[in-house]
């Protein structure tokens, strides 16, 4: 799968394979976080994501002004103009569903910095 298209290839697709290409930026969430690999893992993904969520936005800006575009060319495009409101809101989804991702693991890592304090706190052996 290609990853990174041009606004003009992304614009260009039906608005269902569009949809599904999308998908591919989302990532799976692991459950916990237990180990120092699992931490790194985590680490990572959101990196992956804040670099997917930069791209697909960017994205939604160029859906925004086609559909604009679209509309300006009259009743006679109405299925292009129908069309490329689909793909802006797959675009937006998408975007959408990569900032929960992105909040999820956020906060996941977050509760697990705030457990190993807790442990360190709790402990006698750190005093």
Known sequence: MEYFKT?????SMEPNELQTWLEGFNVTLPTEIETI??????ARKLSILGSNFAYINSLSVYAKNAVR???RKGKDNKETYEDM????NAIHSSADNIKMLYNCLSRLITIKQEINKEINISNPYNK
């Open 7 to 11: 606004y003009q290839e992304v614009l």
């Open 37 to 42: 690999e699992d931490m790194q893992d985590a």
């Open 69 to 71: 575009v679209e509309k």
């Open 85 to 88: 409101i689909d793909r802006e």
